[in-house]
């Protein structure tokens, strides 16, 4: 399976910090992407980095991909309480249209 | 644009009873995937379209399950007979170019509930 794994499984942090989420996975990839899903609510896309980047930036997000290591990390900086919410990471085999998603890391950020 | 539309939001129903879940994709995205989502296998691709046209259904976990896309602008989720084991949320995304290349844009989700 190509299922990515997000670590940790619950992340609480207070406002102001930064949130690290990590990610491994099991194949090489075409492209890894970043969701969010609040509670009760559908995923929102965030971010991809295709697997010939290393990093990528958007706003308050940093992503990485060590495809060495097959794995990712997002980065949250100055997290805000609006942040809180699942957090997954996505991926696509080789000449693969199927997204696998991992379990999530549910981020709390404490007001 | 308005997003990917789904109905119901929540259904409850009895087992062995019928249910039938809709999705509307985002107009010219010509890629569609259903997603089942549960606390304990997370998310699972069920199946997915190109151009209205079914492409791998291996992830439909039985044959009570069948999906269909008629036209462009509508798909439908069909479980027959539902079964309390079916109880999850189920996800609609639709994506312009597939998700090998970019994003999929989901739908808020419907929440079926067999009892």
């Known amino acids: 399976s190509q299922q990515g794994e997000e670590d940790p499984q619950a992340l609480s942090i207070q406002e102001g910090e930064n949130a690290t989420m990590n990610c491994s996975y099991k194949t090489s990839i075409n492209n890894l992407q970043w969701y969010r899903q609040n509670s009760g609510r559908g995923l929102v896309h965030l971010i991809l980095i295709r697997s010939n980047e290393r990093e990528k930036h958007s706003g308050r997000l940093r992503v990485t991909l060590d495809t060495s290591k097959k794995s990712s990390s997002l980065l949250i900086t100055a997290s805000r309480a609006a942040d809180t919410a699942s957090y997954f990471c996505?991926?696509?085999?080789?000449?693969?249209?199927?997204?696998?998603f991992g379990k999530g890391t549910k981020l709390s950020v404490i007001p | 644009d308005a997003g990917v539309i789904q109905s119901p939001r929540h259904e409850v129903t009895e087992m062995g009873q019928e249910v039938t879940l809709r999705c509307k994709p985002i107009?010219?995205?010509?890629?569609l995937f259903w997603y089942r989502q549960t606390m304990m296998r997370g998310l699972e691709l069920l199946i997915y379209?190109?151009?209205?046209?079914?492409?791998?259904d291996s992830g439909m976990p039985e044959d009570r399950f069948s999906a269909k896309m008629p036209n462009a602008s509508f798909s439908t989720l069909k479980i027959q007979p539902s079964e309390p084991r079916d109880s999850a949320v189920y996800f609609c995304a639709s994506s312009p170019q597939g998700s090998n290349t970019g994003e999929l844009f989901f739908g808020e989700g419907s929440r079926l509930t067999v009892l």
């Open positions: 996505a991926s696509t085999g080789a000449g693969s249209y199927q997204l696998t």
């Open positions: 379209f190109n151009n209205n046209v079914p492409i791998d």
């Open positions: 107009s010219g995205h010509d890629y």
